[in-house]
């Protein structure tokens, strides 16, 4: 592996028209991304950071408000958008504004998720306690100013892209949480299964027999946004859709899918973090070093 | 061809381009879009070995010369297939259309194949454009993609009945092979845009079309091999497979490629390096080296043969092109046959 961060120096592939200074080269991006809070770059904060703030006192609410960002996920790729590394500002004023900004892999990345990222965010950082306004700006998308002012005005996605969209975006977001559930599967199955469970033992297990784990903890999780059985006495394997037990002779499909369906989001998100590597070349507020490194 | 080993590879690639992406084929009014096109292209880009990186100027327009050296002089390409992408909305000449491709390529008599397009939004104007188009340049297949703009629309779907009018004709023409490239940005917006599902209907309802999944449906791959293993006319196209993970991502680049292997086959499944994304070189002689890791993760994939690469370096597109393959490139006779349709079913046990 190597890391080509220096290839594309001074090349006009990177951050792209809206920007206002785009002579900085790629390690200032997060600072000159910062918007509005002064450009230093003695305040962008490191990988662990918790914000820039041009006051002083307010340090703690930033970094409330960065650990909220943290809880919203890109609905594709079923990981935080902090440490995918879209997040380049998070501050909170003295008065307790909130300003956020976010950027994604492409110009094109889909608009719809897109949308759900920005909202969710808008979410998350509305409900930072001592927050009495919040902006969120996406940057650098052909729909940047579509969803930026749909989700300020609190719109909602089909009114925000009227004529082009039919309804809200729960449907697509539970088909996502679906396939996580799926991916989540095989993440819980695969140890069991290399470390000798046969396939009926899976299928007999509930979810209280399954020694404690991250992706337990995980699969449970999505599960229960769901509305599925997520409980210890629930069914290890279910179906996404109705919950039910799977049938004894569909096991081994429904194992091949978990693992199809977290290969597919895997490599998705491998080639999202390439994408927005080469694109930006700095690390997003809030991305631990290794999760940057994983796009090397 | 390729060499190694004493193997010899015949090499199709079936995914290519020849494009103008210059400011000077921006539509004024619609330059952050052409800009943007091209800058996301470049980010793709950076995904393949450093030594092989273009400047964006050369990148944004190359030369015939450029791609003559590129892809047959280097980088081992017997036979060609342009796919054409249109975009007219913001390329004033269209950023790659079926006239570039073939002005350029009659130049080099028996290098290439030229396909040509559809958008089912141009009615009964693209219908004829079509069939001059198939008989002008003698098109045996059709890029769709899926996601072009095109007069305030954002994209069709393969089972909207003005697609499947082009369908027919396809059909009616001659023409076999329909390659979809699925795209972001589609009506209605609230949906997943990516979804396959209008390329299983389409494939049920024209059996006697073969339609080749570009990209192997990423970011869908998990969605497009699900249906591909019940689709006995629907391929794999591994344009971006390979030159998105094999250099950068090498061990998803194995799971993707077991995964492949399992539900879709290696009869149906072909090469295509997407040039000028990437150049064939480093794909073509990475791939013949490649097999998956030796660790116990891989162990219940299919397994990867030298036949196994001939099939979807050039074999498998040969045949579903009519490709005539010198007798030193072809496979003996228990080793399988390319392109081979009708053994899809949906895989239990295993």
């Avoid at chain 1, 009227?162 to 559930?181: I, M, N, P, Q, Y």
């Avoid at chain 2, 292209?41 to 450093?50: A, E, R, T, W």
Wanted: overall charge negative; hydrophobic content about 40%; charged content about 25%.
């Amino acid at each position: 592996m190597t890391a080509p961060a220096t290839s594309r120096a001074g090349g006009p592939g990177g951050s792209s028209s809206r920007a206002s200074s785009p002579a900085a080269g790629p390690r200032d991006g997060a600072c000159r991304l910062a918007g509005q809070a002064p450009s230093v770059p003695g305040e962008v904060p490191g990988p662990s950071g918790s914000g820039v703030s041009p006051g002083g006192g307010v340090r703690p609410r930033a970094s409330a408000a960065l650990a909220a960002l943290a809880t919203v996920r890109d609905p594709e790729l079923d990981e935080p958008i902090t440490s995918l590394g879209f997040v380049t500002a998070c501050t909170v004023s003295a008065d307790g504004d909130a300003r956020v900004r976010l950027r994604l892999p492409t110009y094109f990345c889909a608009p719809n998720f897109a949308f759900l990222m920005v909202a969710d965010a808008y979410d998350a950082i509305s409900g930072v306690p001592g927050v009495r306004s919040t902006e969120v700006v996406l940057e650098d998308h052909f729909a940047s100013d579509a969803i930026n002012g749909g989700v300020a005005a609190q719109a909602g996605f089909a009114a925000t892209f009227d004529g082009e969209a039919v309804s809200e975006l729960h449907g697509l977001r539970a088909d996502f949480l679906r396939k996580a559930v799926m991916a989540g599967t095989d993440q819980v199955c695969r140890p069991l299964l290399a470390a000798g469970a046969s396939r009926a033992a899976l299928l007999a297990m509930t979810l209280g027999e399954v020694p404690a784990s991250g992706a337990l903890d995980r699969l449970r999780q999505r599960r229960a946004e769901l509305g599925l059985p997520a409980g210890d006495g629930a069914p290890l394997l279910i179906d996404p859709v109705t919950g039910a037990r799977i049938a004894e002779e569909a096991v081994p499909v429904h194992l091949r899918r978990a693992r199809l369906t977290r290969v597919s989001i895997e490599a998705n998100g491998s080639i999202c973090r390439g994408l927005l590597r080469h694109r930006y070349g700095s690390a997003g507020l809030g991305q631990a070093p290794e999760e940057e490194r994983k796009a090397q | 061809m390729y060499e190694k080993n004493g193997e010899k590879y015949f090499v199709v690639d079936g995914h290519m381009h020849y494009w103008n992406a210059a400011p000077d084929n921006w539509v004024p009014g619609a330059e952050q879009y052409a800009k943007g096109w091209i800058e996301c292209f470049y980010g793709y880009h950076q995904l393949g070995p450093p030594e092989t990186k273009w400047p964006m100027e050369k990148y944004q327009k190359y030369s015939e010369d450029d791609l003559m050296k590129d892809v047959f002089e280097d980088g081992h390409v017997d036979v060609a297939i342009f796919q054409p992408t249109y975009l007219k909305e913001w390329y004033k000449e269209g950023f790659n259309t079926t006239e570039r491709n073939a002005t350029m390529g009659e130049r080099h008599p028996g290098k290439f194949v030229y396909n040509t397009r559809w958008d089912p939004r141009d009615g009964d104007v693209g219908l004829e454009m079509l069939r001059r188009n198939v008989e002008r340049y003698g098109s045996k297949g059709c890029k769709l993609y899926t996601a072009e703009w095109n007069n305030g629309s954002r994209g069709w779907k393969l089972s909207d009945p003005g697609a499947y009018r082009y369908l027919e004709a396809c059909q009616e023409l001659g023409i076999k092979n329909i390659h979809v490239h699925k795209g972001p940005t589609i009506w209605p917006l609230d949906k997943d845009a990516f979804d396959v599902a209008d390329v299983d209907h389409a494939a049920t309802d024209f059996p006697e079309l073969n339609f080749i999944v570009e990209h192997v449906g990423l970011p869908r791959i998990d969605d497009f091999c699900y249906m591909a293993t019940q689709e006995p006319n629907v391929y794999a196209g591994l344009s971006v497979a390979i030159g998105a993970h094999m250099y950068i991502r090498p061990n998803f680049f194995a799971r993707v490629m077991g995964e492949l292997m399992f539900w879709v086959g290696e009869d149906k499944m072909t090469f295509g390096s997407d040039y000028a994304i990437w150049e064939p070189k480093w794909q073509v002689e990475g791939f013949v080296d490649w097999n998956y890791p030796d660790r116990p993760e891989f162990a219940d994939y299919p397994k990867v043969t030298t036949a196994t690469k001939k099939k979807i370096l050039g074999l498998n597109a040969a045949k579903l092109y009519g490709i005539e393959v010198p007798a030193e490139f072809r496979l003996a006779t228990d080793q399988g046959t390319p392109a081979a349709p009708g053994d899809a079913q949906l895989v239990a046990g295993a």
